[in-house]
């Protein structure tokens, strides 16, 4: 397969591309913050982004609740099941599988590890 001639369009174009790959790694650089460490012993209350969030034990054995939460947040690895209750309040519910902790990101992309002691 020969080689073909490099033209003015062609350079152009790959500078381009090249241009938006080194800004979006350089973005994603800027915008990186180490996942926050929080540890309680069970069952316990957390402060996630300036709100107070119980975690307790959920309605099946192996689960556990947090409450009041955000819709956006979401659990790495898990799909908890979103609930509301009767005042509006939103809870999370997911299964640990005898594991400890997990991790919640927020809808500002900020990462909890949330390690739960005495469970």
Known sequence: MPAEKLTKQRLIHIIVIL???IAAFFWRTYRYSEPEQLSCNYPCQVTIDGQSTFITTGKETGTISMFPAQKSWSIVERSPQIEKNDDGQIKLT??????VQFTLVTGMHKKYIIYIKNR
Do not use: P, V
């Open 19 to 21: 241009t938006i790959l």
């Open 94 to 99: 997911l299964k640990l599988e005898n594991r």
